[in-house]
């Protein structure tokens, strides 16, 4: 029989290895070209078009990449 402390266990545990997927190449988000924030979305709309989240720049897609 398992008592709630086991199940709260089992939470964290699962907790954890969503964060180590994130985190699984251990780099951070890529920065915004124009202001310097982290990126958390990309939202293109045309070849030449895009917009990043959450600061709302507009920057071409292709200067959006993550750094190895």
Same mark, same amino acid.
């Given at each position: 029989?398992?008592?709630?402390?086991?199940?709260?266990?089992?939470?964290?545990?699962?907790?954890?290895?969503?964060?180590?997927?994130?985190?699984?190449?251990?780099?951070? @988000?890529?920065?915004?070209?124009?202001?310097?924030?982290?990126?958390?979305?990309?939202? #293109?709309?045309? @070849?030449?078009?895009?917009? #990043?989240?959450?600061?709302?720049?507009? #920057?071409?897609p292709a200067l959006v990449h993550r750094e190895d």
């Open positions: 029989m398992r008592s709630d402390r086991d199940d709260h266990e089992s939470d964290d545990t699962a907790a954890d290895r969503d964060d180590s997927a994130a985190d699984r190449d251990g780099s951070s @988000p890529p920065d915004c070209p124009r202001c310097g924030e982290p990126i958390a979305f990309l939202t #293109v709309s045309g @070849p030449m078009t895009g917009s #990043v989240s959450p600061c709302g720049c507009s #920057v071409p």
